[in-house]
């Protein structure tokens, strides 16, 4: 049973390989993580370092294979892709490319992270959208579309779709790469504060080193190898 104080993240031995035959490549190679419910933990490390693929896997967008990966207790190493889909409910994602869906406003992009939990009510799910887009500063910009928006606003859209269903785990792949200095920084200040509010865990992947200060862990990469985790880790950054 999954404990709110306890491990959220745990990854034991992990290693993955990408193709087959000749051409399998290990691109992880003997992780181990623990993660617990509430932290901050930024992941940085060189391009082609592994970041996001282990980002990938911890979201069950892809299964593990070889090792251990527990998530809120369930092991996903070997997992099927129902075990898989039924894990990334858990989860918020927000990546690089907001992904917004051009075609739909703000509130109804948002209400995109709450379609894949059925039986709540339509209405119930606007409230809780417009609550959201409030909450990041956007009440009033519910109605615009997309291509209205400044990249740090179609950010927080995706914040406020990846936090609406009050995941346990927030998974971000370089969420302030697109963005200035000073709307990278809101972005991620807004991170911080809805994830303590709503007691989630972050695991941010990202090459800015402005941001680092958020995080409450810092895990460095290199070459499929967990190199440094936690305070060491910023010497490797720097």
Request: proline share 3%.
């Amino acid at each position: 049973m999954y404990n709110p104080n306890s491990t959220v993240i745990s990854v034991t031995n992990l290693n993955h390989f990408f193709g087959s035959g000749q051409l399998r490549k290990q691109v992880l190679f003997d992780i181990n993580l623990n993660i617990q419910a509430g932290e901050i933990i930024i992941m940085t490390g060189p391009s082609g370092s592994g970041k996001t693929t282990l980002l990938t896997l911890v979201g069950g967008l892809r299964s593990a294979q070889s090792g251990s990966l527990q998530i809120l207790g369930e092991e996903l190493c070997g997992a099927s892709a129902k075990q898989l889909t039924a894990a990334r409910k858990s989860h918020g994602y927000i990546f690089q490319a907001h992904n917004l869906h051009g075609s739909l406003t703000a509130i109804q992009n948002v209400r995109m992270g709450l379609e894949v939990h059925r039986g709540i009510p339509v209405k119930e799910m606007m409230q809780r959208s417009q609550a959201m887009l409030e909450l990041v500063g956007l009440g009033d910009r519910a109605n615009y579309y997309p291509d209205n928006l400044s990249g740090g606003q179609k950010q927080r859209v995706a914040i406020a779709r990846a936090l609406v269903n009050q995941p346990k785990i927030v998974l971000a792949d370089e969420p302030t790469a697109a963005l200035d200095k000073k709307s990278g920084r809101d972005v991620v200040e807004l991170m911080q504060k809805l994830a303590k509010e709503q007691g989630c865990t972050i695991l941010l992947v990202t090459h800015d080193n402005r941001i680092l200060d958020i995080a409450d862990r810092i895990i460095y990469m290199e070459d499929g190898n967990l190199v440094s985790d936690g305070v060491d880790a910023l010497a490797a950054v720097h």
